[in-house]
């Protein structure tokens, strides 16, 4: 994008991953529909799909500060801010990669649940999932989705995922 000499500001629905250069006389805005991000200089990722039922801030370098209505909170490395929809949030520390990864090409989950990876999935690839066990929903594991590879996953046991065209079992 190219912005003027004192307003450097985004609007965004979906996800982005930004690398901001600082700049103390014009700072970096980025605005969702849940809240308002500001920062001089710094490296993070938001990600606020429509669908979601909660929205995110990951901090990996640097300060940024959030506006949630009259609220301020601001973040540091390492810590995530998640939003739901009716205004509610957490601070919470986080291994920031995990929620960038997919700028690398991958996606990944570090011991959640099989139902939550599957959820994130199908944000992030617009697929439908269906567990057909309903034991598998609950099953936590380590999950390294890649863009070339396919699936690679760590589980006690196998499990049928069924997608609207193919199923896979894992």
Do not use: M
């Not at 606020?48 to 929205?55: D, F, K, T």
């Not at 949630?68 to 957490?90: A, M």
């Not at 919470?92 to 011991?111: L, Q």
């Amino acid at each position: 994008p190219v912005f003027s000499k004192n307003d450097r500001k985004v609007i965004l629905e979906g996800e982005g991953y930004f690398e901001v250069v600082s700049s103390e006389k014009s700072p970096f805005i980025v605005t969702t529909e849940h809240f308002t991000l500001k920062c001089t200089g710094t490296e993070f990722n938001v990600s606020s799909y429509a669908s979601a039922p909660e929205h995110s801030v990951t901090l990996v370098n640097g300060k940024v500060d959030i506006s949630i209505g009259d609220r301020q909170i601001p973040l540091r490395p390492n810590e995530r801010l998640t939003v739901s929809k009716d205004g509610g949030h957490n601070v919470s520390k986080v291994d920031p990669y995990r929620f960038y990864a997919w700028k690398n090409g991958e996606v990944v989950f570090r011991n959640d649940r099989l139902e939550d990876v599957l959820k994130q999935l199908s944000l992030t690839y617009n697929y439908d999932f269906v567990i057909k066990d309903a034991e598998g929903r609950d099953v936590t594991a380590n999950y390294v989705v890649d863009e070339q590879y396919g699936v690679c996953t760590i589980t006690p046991r196998p499990i049928l995922i069924t997608t609207k065209s193919k199923e896979f079992i894992y």
